[in-house]
């Protein structure tokens, strides 16, 4: 009997305390599954109940989504009362542009808009402070507190290196390339911004070229429209030059900004043969 023992020990006591574990472990595993599957169905299932009532869920939920032309209403009203506060509404204007660009970006809207509330001799001057100095700002401090860290992060890459060649080599001409892309308004000020050869005084005068233009003209396509609205005549001028600008907005600007992006991979393809 002491022999058959031997032969045949126990298993030690541990180890029915871990499969005892392992097993407990697994059955709170199945049952939080089983809570988050009842979870799951209870939300499907109110959400159902409140759905089911209506005719139809959508149809109730996309007629409250505001469309451009009640946002652009809303703007507005907005200016229209930061008009009729003298010159304290058109500081918070000018201030509130100014962030308007450096976050959002899209400025034809205001632009327009405040052409439609502000006489057209405050409206230009005002959207172009705000439009120019946003960027400006937008500009300066991403060039003078954050330019080292982003070009830290991005040291091998071989764009930025073919990018600051291109600055380095024709600075005003492809600062003004790269102000009338269609790229976003962050990535045409941050992007400079990121150039340790360009000086600032040639990415202010890019901004300058492309931002007063187009602020006269989206001032006066709003001033326009608020003389329409009172039952003035609009003007064909004024349509052709939308036209022209829309033109080469669309078609010039992205086949410029092209042809410098292909020629920064032909020169690449030039260094690398030469280095062969």
């Excluded at 000018?94 to 660009?101: D, E, V």
């Excluded at 040291?155 to 001409?173: C, L, Q, T, V, Y």
């Excluded at 990121?194 to 070229?209: E, G, H, K, N, S």
């Amino acid at each position: 009997a002491e022999e058959s023992n031997q032969d045949y020990p126990s298993l030690p006591k541990r180890s029915y305390e871990n499969n005892g574990g392992r097993r407990r472990r697994e059955h709170r595993k199945i049952a939080g599954n089983s809570h988050r599957h009842y979870i799951v169905g209870a939300a499907v299932l109110l959400l159902g109940a409140v759905g089911l009532p209506s005719p139809c869920l959508a149809s109730n939920i996309i007629p409250r989504i505001p469309s451009p032309n009640d946002l652009k209403l809303a703007a507005v009203a907005v200016l229209d009362g930061l008009s009729a506060s003298g010159a304290r509404g058109m500081v918070v204007y000018t201030l509130l542009f100014a962030l308007w660009t450096m976050t959002v970006g899209v400025t034809t809207p205001i632009e327009t808009a405040a052409g439609m509330a502000f006489p057209l001799n405050k409206s230009i001057p005002l959207s172009a402070a705000g439009k120019i100095g946003g960027a400006s700002c937008q500009y300066v401090l991403a060039k003078y507190l954050f330019s080292d860290y982003a070009r830290g992060k991005m040291k091998d890459n071989e764009w930025m290196d073919k990018i600051g060649a291109s600055f380095r080599s024709h600075p005003i001409r492809v600062a003004l390339i790269w102000r009338f892309s269609p790229l976003p308004e962050f990535v045409k000020n941050i992007g400079p911004a990121l150039v340790p050869t360009l000086r600032t005084r040639y990415q202010i005068f890019a901004i300058l070229t492309h931002g007063l233009p187009f602020t006269v003209l989206w001032s006066c396509m709003g001033n326009e429209a608020a003389m329409v609205a009172r039952g003035g005549q609009a003007s064909l001028l004024l349509k052709r030059m939308v036209a022209v600008i829309s033109w080469v907005g669309i078609v010039v600007s992205p086949t410029l900004f092209g042809w410098w992006i292909k020629g920064l991979g032909e020169s690449a393809e030039e260094s690398g043969d030469v280095a062969q």
